[in-house]
């Protein structure tokens, strides 16, 4: 059982926006920052959004994240055959421990 | 350009020992914060433990705490991981990461490809 909860799966079509959910509580996401991962099959995650909002070189302008209050989100918009990987959310607690979501499946139809 | 390469991987009997060794190259790595991520058969990731710049501080996820001991040496810009008492759900590919720590911010920027510990009789 992870400490920040994600949905097991998401889905969309090509060029449709979809947005996945990260649940936490106010020692972690409440308090801290969230970062996210994109895990392409078979390789090492990847830093996609850090601090909330902030992108990476290289990561395209179509993710982006936010927080409110004890929850993120990651949102895709411009859907792409090559963005189906899994995501992870991840945060620090306030423990100065790394706890992540359990990880969302995205398949694009 | 930055990497990390993994390595010390392999079967080991429940109760025994393994070291893992991450080797580091591209960047000051005596500067930064590393960590060990792992992730269990067709799981989600789970962070491990990590180490300061200077060693002096460590942290471990509670399932570990006790039985597993990071450690680095500059000299050498390699970081380690120590598991004693291996038990079944230790099985998992795992991974060093480096860590970017600043004010109100905190990631892992760069990722090995991951060495893969078996915990089996």
């Known amino acids: 059982q992870s400490v920040l909860t994600q949905p097991p799966s998401a889905s969309g079509t090509p060029g449709q926006r979809v947005t996945i959910s990260c649940s936490g509580s106010s020692s972690n996401i409440g308090s801290n920052i969230v970062n996210w991962y994109q895990q392409l099959p078979g390789t090492a995650p990847k830093l996609l959004i850090y601090?909330?909002?902030q992108r990476p070189s290289g990561v395209p302008d179509r993710f982006s994240g936010s927080k409110s209050g004890t929850s993120a989100s990651l949102a895709i918009s411009g859907l792409q055959s090559e963005d189906e990987a899994d995501y992870y959310c991840a945060a620090w607690d306030d423990s100065l421990k790394v706890v992540f979501g359990g990880g969302t499946k995205l398949t694009v139809l | 350009e930055v990497q990390l390469v993994e390595s010390g991987g392999g079967l080991v009997q429940p109760g025994g020992s393994l070291r893992l060794s991450c080797a580091a190259s591209g960047f000051t790595f005596s500067s930064y914060w590393m960590s060990w991520v792992r992730q269990a058969p067709g799981k989600g990731l789970e962070w491990v433990a990590n180490i300061r710049p200077d060693g002096s501080e460590k942290y471990y996820v509670d399932s570990v705490e006790g039985r597993f001991t990071i450690s680095r040496d500059n000299t050498k810009n390699s970081l380690y991981l120590q598991m004693n008492s291996l038990r079944a759900g230790d099985t998992a590919v795992y991974y060093c990461?480096?860590?970017?720590?600043?004010?109100?911010?905190?990631?892992?920027?760069?990722w090995g490809q991951g060495t893969l510990v078996t915990v089996s009789s």
């Open positions: 601090s909330h909002n």
């Open positions: 990461a480096r860590e970017v720590t600043m004010i109100a911010v905190d990631y892992f920027d760069y």
